[in-house]
């Protein structure tokens, strides 16, 4: 079955500690996203990947780092930067695409199952 | 800059009652694109519908149905003879229509339904 995997499903920290969230996806989509949800509100993008070894910043990057080697994965790691880093983390995938115009365009996202990261 | 308002943050309603989910957004984009996704207790986001602002004609999916009104810029969500599995967190979001995708969320309704 084609989908959007996350592991682990619940990951506990020790202040300090750098921690690496995975995100795998067999749906053949060429852009990779990572969100962060707190409780009450929406999901914020941390970073976002519209193809092999290229990632950009979203609105709340500082204290994360990714990488996005194979066009399947894209991890997450947050690091002892991160000054507030319990959280609910999303990772989502969609197609890219060059529309009629020539211009980019990407389509729906759809998302894995979500890490729940708490720190002890 | 992009915004999206979900004014409701919690709503009840009876099983078979219909309830609609408010969503009023803000862009300086001509073209967008904007959503509806369903959280359950599971946290899981399940994609709902996309509907490009060209088209505004409202849609009906069963007993999912979807108001679009440019003029208002509101995307207003209602569920018909509400059930108990309708119960979770729902978010609309808005994003261009072009470049990178970054999805703009509300802060999500809560509704739940009480058998």
């Known amino acids: 079955d084609g989908g959007i995997t996350q592991s682990p499903k619940y990951l506990f920290r020790k202040e300090g500690q750098n921690v690496t969230l995975s995100c795998e996806q067999n749906l053949n989509h060429d852009a990779m996203y990572w969100y962060r949800q707190d409780p009450g509100q929406g999901l914020r993008l941390i970073y976002y990947s519209q193809i092999v070894n290229d990632f950009q910043k979203g609105d709340i990057a500082e204290g994360y780092s990714v990488s996005r080697e194979k066009k399947e994965s894209f991890p997450l790691t947050v690091t002892s930067a991160q000054k507030n880093p319990t959280a609910f983390y999303l990772c989502?995938?969609?197609?890219?695409?060059?529309?009629?115009?020539?211009?980019?365009?990407?389509?729906?996202?759809?998302f894995g199952p979500g890490t729940r990261l708490t720190v002890l | 800059a992009q915004k999206v308002t979900q004014a409701q943050t919690e709503i009840s309603v009876v099983e078979k009652e219909d309830v609609t989910l408010d969503c009023v957004y803000e862009?300086?984009?001509?073209?967008?694109?904007l959503f509806w996704y369903k959280q359950p207790p599971s946290g899981e986001l399940v994609f709902l519908i996309r509907r490009n602002s060209f088209d505004e004609q409202n849609e009906i999916s069963g007993r999912y149905s979807w108001n679009f009104q440019k003029s208002t810029s509101s995307f207003n969500f209602t569920i018909t003879a509400s059930q108990v599995v309708d119960s979770a967190v729902y978010f609309c979001?808005?994003?261009?229509?072009?470049?990178?995708?970054?999805?703009?969320f509300g802060t999500g309704t809560r509704l739940t339904v009480i058998p």
């Open positions: 989502a995938s969609s197609i890219d695409f060059r529309g009629t115009s020539g211009r980019r365009r990407t389509d729906t996202q759809y």
């Open positions: 862009t300086r984009d001509t073209t967008y694109y």
């Open positions: 979001a808005l994003s261009a229509a072009t470049g990178a995708n970054n999805l703009f």
